[in-house]
């Protein structure tokens, strides 16, 4: 009898747990973390503010459980395609309603700057070079002079449409932003790469014959610094961006 109602008080207190952290990454996404209280989370979990304390100590605290749950989040995605290629990308862009809190949530954090907006930047570019080069080793992408500029280079795509809805989708409520800007864009993206835009390589020659520039990401690569903390998935840290003449951002 102890038994089972210590294990249902614990299921219940995890279930609990994360309706708080759920309801917080959602106003947070919405409002920003300065205008969000810690009573306003309480009313959408539909708990007492005494609640969210006990499970996450503090405001500070839920926020930290709500960028573990978003890099989580992120960091199933990115597994998910790896595994399962075409299908998974169909499959989540069918339940894009679903990932659109975690996606309002990053691209709060993105604007709102601080630590965490670079450790998530830096694990979004880490996580989608590893699909990249998994893709790669299956067959299914194109390689690239330099693995790690593309990603940051599709991460900041991505992270663009999201950055700038309001001007793809004027019109369209806030709450419905995002999910415009996906079924918008989705097409186009995966045409341009699947096709890509050129139809020769005479920009690309163009530019690889320029001596000042880093084609090949060599140079690049050889500036980049590794974090103390926070690796990815894989268990490197995540590294730092590098501009084309090897310079640090």
Not at 87 to 111: H, I, K, N, W
Not at 142 to 157: F, G, T
Not at 207 to 221: E, Q, T
Request: hydrophobic residues 35%; proline residues 4%; positive net charge.
């Amino acid at each position: 009898m102890l038994f089972v109602r210590s294990t249902s008080t614990l299921e219940s207190d995890l279930t609990t747990r994360a309706r708080i952290r759920d309801a917080a990454v959602d106003l947070i996404g919405r409002e920003g973390f300065d205008r969000v209280t810690v009573r306003q989370v309480a009313r959408a979990a539909a708990v007492s503010p005494g609640l969210v304390i006990h499970h996450f100590g503090s405001k500070e605290g839920l926020r930290q459980a709500c960028d573990d749950r978003v890099q989580q989040v992120l960091s199933e995605s990115i597994t998910e395609l790896e595994q399962q290629g075409p299908a998974s990308a169909m499959s989540q862009l069918a339940r894009a309603d679903e990932y659109l809190p975690v996606v309002r949530y990053g691209t709060r954090a993105l604007l709102d700057g601080g630590p965490l907006a670079q450790t998530l930047f830096d694990r979004l570019v880490d996580e989608t070079e590893s699909w990249t080069r998994t893709s790669v080793a299956a067959g299914q992408v194109r390689p690239a002079d330099d693995e790690h500029a593309r990603a940051a280079l599709l991460v900041c795509i991505s992270l663009g449409m999201q950055l700038l809805d309001r001007y793809l989708a004027p019109g369209v409520p806030p709450e419905e932003r995002t999910s415009a800007v996906i079924n918008t864009m989705a097409g186009s993206a995966v045409e341009l790469y699947t096709h890509g835009l050129f139809t020769t390589t005479e920009y690309l020659d163009a530019f690889r014959r320029r001596g000042d520039l880093a084609p090949s990401g060599r140079s690049a690569k050889a500036g980049r610094q590794t974090r103390p903390a926070g690796g990815n998935r894989s268990g490197k840290a995540p590294r730092r961006h590098t501009s084309a003449r090897g310079k640090t951002t």
